[in-house]
């Protein structure tokens, strides 16, 4: 069966750099486009960042772009999330997903990791 699995999250102080980590086993890893999200502590989960198949192509919200980046290792089935200088604001549980395109839509991913946290403290 597939596995989606995140490590990596954490208790920092804000400006901290954080690399979260997921990998997925019981897929053909480099045929799916993966994808992180993250909900907030009484928000809707939200797009973070998108790579494709090959990593040739990402994508990112507004609200993290310059300062997260999403990196993959196809021979290690994983894809990586860079976090740098960390704000209160980017608490939340993140998540990463596998689908068959890179978007910002959460429908388009067909399997799902269980989260880890990130908690930023000011």
């Known amino acids: 069966q597939v596995q989606v699995v995140e490590s990596g999250g954490g208790l920092v102080q804000a400006g901290a750099s954080l690399r979260l980590s997921c990998t997925a086993s019981?897929?053909?890893?480099?045929?799916?486009?993966m994808g992180w999200f993250r909900q907030a502590p009484g928000k809707e989960r939200e797009f973070v960042a998108a790579?494709?198949?090959?990593?040739?192509?990402?994508k990112y919200a507004d609200s993290v772009q310059g300062r997260f980046t999403i990196s993959r290792d196809n021979a290690k089935n994983t894809v990586y999330l860079q976090i740098n200088s960390l704000k209160p604001e980017d608490t939340a549980v993140y998540s990463c997903?596998?689908?068959?395109?890179?978007?910002?839509?959460?429908?388009?991913?067909?399997?799902w990791g269980q989260g880890t946290q990130v908690t930023v403290s000011s």
């Open positions: 997903a596998a689908g068959r395109s890179y978007t910002y839509t959460q429908s388009t991913y067909g399997y």
């Open positions: 790579i494709s198949r090959s990593g040739g192509y990402t």
């Open positions: 019981g897929l053909a890893f480099s045929t799916y486009a």
